[in-house]
């Protein structure tokens, strides 16, 4: 291994990245983390100065340091906390609300946390809405990120902000980008992107400002920044496939440091050149109850869940 030393003061790194042929210290990878983070949002139009940002944040590391790191940038971000009601016997979700809760009060004042409860806000909270037996964890897990887009999406809606900002990783989105490529999903594929414009009926603008950093480099700037996050994964987590999908890339990242990233900044470039012309997503329509974009005539699949 061999000690690192700063690339830029020499004093002893707390982190090297051969993929970027870089070790830095504390002070100096916070720094760098922050600098590439605005170079980022800027070179991706995700947001301006002065525009309000709703950042969703689970309580876990990458969205509370994007949350700390669009304020210290000076962005007017607030968080959107949405409690999924998921419990299993460990508290899951009582326990993310909590690290939230308390990291919004590390924040300069002004910085403001919305909750959506669902249990409060439509009776039932995510185990109920997915049904007891029917596809188990699998199921669990769609619906559940089912809820989070349309809630995420409602919440900016009726709150005024123009753009939600959420914590995805490089390691999230090259192993949904190779779980993608793997089936052809081209109207997936066309539509992966760090950021995605506002649509038609009533979509907000979402941006993933963190994208191209790796999980570890999250995980670092949490810790070196003293942020108190949710180390547990959901008790229901992740499908095993993403997992699957995230262990073959970082095996291959072992061998071949800077896999992961040009894997997702090459599909970005070949996107950007209009990789699949001719696949368009399909017309949105308004959903009947709720008035969210939903892609079938009638109550969307969130409303299909939440009623009777
Ligand atoms: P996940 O789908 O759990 O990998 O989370 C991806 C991103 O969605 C996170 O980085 C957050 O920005 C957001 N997110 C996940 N869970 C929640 C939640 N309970 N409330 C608000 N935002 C969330
Ligand atoms: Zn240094
Ligand atoms: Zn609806």
């Given at each position: 291994?061999?000690?690192?030393?700063?690339?830029?003061?020499?004093?002893?790194?707390?982190?090297?990245?051969?993929?970027?042929?870089?070790?830095?210290?504390?002070?100096?990878?916070?720094?760098?983390?922050?600098?590439?983070?605005?170079?980022?949002?800027?070179?991706?139009?995700?947001?301006?100065?002065?525009?309000?940002?709703?950042?969703?944040?689970?309580?876990?590391?990458?969205?509370?340091?994007?949350?700390?790191?669009?304020?210290?940038?000076?962005?007017?971000?607030?968080?959107?906390?949405?409690?999924?009601?998921?419990?299993?016997?460990?508290?899951?979700?009582?326990?993310?609300?909590?690290?939230?809760?308390?990291?919004?009060?590390?924040?300069?004042?002004?910085?403001?946390l919305h909750v959506v409860d669902l249990s409060v806000a439509y009776?039932?909270?995510?185990?109920?809405?997915?049904?007891?037996?029917?596809?188990?964890?699998?199921?669990?897990?769609?619906?559940?990120?089912?809820?989070?887009?349309?809630?995420?999406?409602?919440?900016?809606?009726?709150?005024?902000?123009?753009?939600?900002?959420?914590?995805?990783?490089?390691?999230?989105?090259?192993?949904?980008?190779?779980?993608?490529?793997?089936?052809?999903?081209?109207?997936?594929?066309?539509?992966?992107?760090?950021?995605?414009?506002?649509?038609?009926?009533?979509?907000?603008?979402?941006?993933?400002?963190?994208?191209?950093?790796?999980?570890?480099?999250?995980?670092?700037?949490?810790?070196?920044?003293?942020?108190?996050?949710?180390?547990?994964?959901?008790?229901?987590?992740?499908?095993?496939?993403?997992?699957?999908?995230?262990?073959?890339?970082?095996?291959?990242?072992?061998?071949?440091?800077?896999?992961?990233?040009?894997?997702?900044?090459?599909f970005l470039r070949a996107r950007k050149k209009g990789l699949f012309?001719?696949?368009?997503r399909s017309e949105l329509q308004t959903c009947e109850k709720c008035?969210?974009?939903?892609?079938?005539?009638?109550?969307?699949?969130?409303?299909?869940?939440?009623?009777?």
């Amino acid at each position: 291994m061999g000690v690192h030393r700063c690339r830029k003061c020499t004093a002893q790194s707390v982190i090297n990245m051969p993929q970027h042929r870089l070790a830095l210290c504390g002070e100096h990878f916070v720094e760098w983390v922050e600098k590439s983070t605005l170079e980022f949002i800027e070179k991706h139009r995700m947001f301006e100065p002065g525009e309000r940002v709703l950042v969703a944040v689970s309580g876990g590391k990458d969205s509370l340091s994007l949350w700390r790191i669009l304020s210290k940038l000076g962005y007017a971000a607030d968080g959107l906390y949405i409690d999924l009601g998921i419990d299993d016997g460990c508290g899951y979700s009582k326990r993310s609300g909590d690290y939230v809760r308390k990291f919004a009060q590390t924040l300069p004042a002004g910085a403001r946390l919305h909750v959506v409860d669902l249990s409060v806000a439509y009776g039932k909270a995510v185990p109920e809405m997915a049904g007891r037996r029917a596809g188990g964890k699998k199921r669990l897990c769609s619906v559940c990120g089912l809820v989070k887009r349309h809630e995420m999406n409602r919440a900016a809606r009726e709150l005024g902000y123009p753009v939600i900002a959420t914590g995805h990783n490089l390691d999230d989105e090259a192993a949904v980008l190779l779980g993608n490529t793997l089936r052809w999903e081209v109207e997936y594929l066309v539509r992966q992107a760090p950021v995605l414009p506002a649509g038609d009926p009533g979509l907000v603008k979402r941006a993933k400002p963190l994208a191209r950093f790796y999980e570890r480099e999250t995980a670092a700037y949490a810790i070196v920044s003293d942020i108190a996050y949710i180390e547990d994964e959901c008790p229901f987590s992740k499908g095993a496939t993403s997992l699957r999908l995230k262990e073959t890339l970082n095996s291959m990242e072992s061998g071949s440091p800077g896999t992961k990233l040009h894997f997702y900044y090459s599909f970005l470039r070949a996107r950007k050149k209009g990789l699949f012309p001719g696949v368009e997503r399909s017309e949105l329509q308004t959903c009947e109850k709720c008035g969210e974009a939903t892609g079938i005539p009638g109550l969307c699949a969130f409303c299909r869940l939440t009623v009777e």
